[in-house]
């Protein structure tokens, strides 16, 4: 599949990238690149009350009680996020799941600003029976200063989890 060239109004509900609600998951070779991602709204109205669900980031691993999950070779590039972003993503994987989550590649992101809501964390997160491997962010830039690092955009790698990478060109 490739996405190219595409605006997104990132309102109330949801993920703009969001990794299905179905029970079995097959994605391989997508292509994504050109993406402007303007007003996310999930905590607009809200202040001091905000709340992220974790449906409730750019990109993330929706529903729960899953089988099976085979996702490898994705690229996402030029993506550009207007405002604050309070969860880029939120990929956690359900304790019973079976398969694996390799080689995806986020190049040439760009958030505009800095989060307000520093009690909000990144998650990646595999299970005992299923791996996530072979992450790169290359050139992730927030607030327009470069990410080399999980902790500088506050990433939290758990359990099942290895060779996520963050570089700076």
């Not at 990794?19 to 303007?38: E, N």
């Not at 190049?107 to 791996?131: M, R």
């Not at 072979?134 to 990433?155: E, H, Y």
């Amino acid at each position: 599949m490739v996405v190219r060239r595409c605006v997104v109004w990132q309102a109330q509900n949801g993920a703009v990238f969001q990794f299905g609600w179905w029970l079995r998951r097959g994605v391989q070779k997508v292509r994504i690149s050109d993406v402007d991602v303007i007003h996310i709204d999930w905590c607009t109205f809200k202040n001091s009350k905000c709340h992220l669900s974790t449906n409730k980031a750019v990109i993330d691993l929706g529903g729960t009680k899953m089988k099976f999950i085979q996702v490898s070779d994705i690229v996402m590039s030029n993506i550009r996020i207007e405002g604050s972003c309070p969860r880029l993503v939120y990929f956690k994987l359900e304790p019973s799941l079976t398969g694996s989550v390799t080689k995806m590649h986020f190049k040439n992101w760009s958030i505009e600003s800095k989060t307000t809501h520093d009690n909000y964390h990144n998650e990646i997160q595999g299970a005992n029976k299923a791996s996530v491997s072979d992450w790169t962010f290359t050139n992730l830039k927030i607030g327009g200063q470069c990410i080399s690092s999980p902790r500088q955009a506050n990433f939290r790698l758990g359990s099942h989890t290895n060779n996520i990478k963050f570089t700076c060109p």
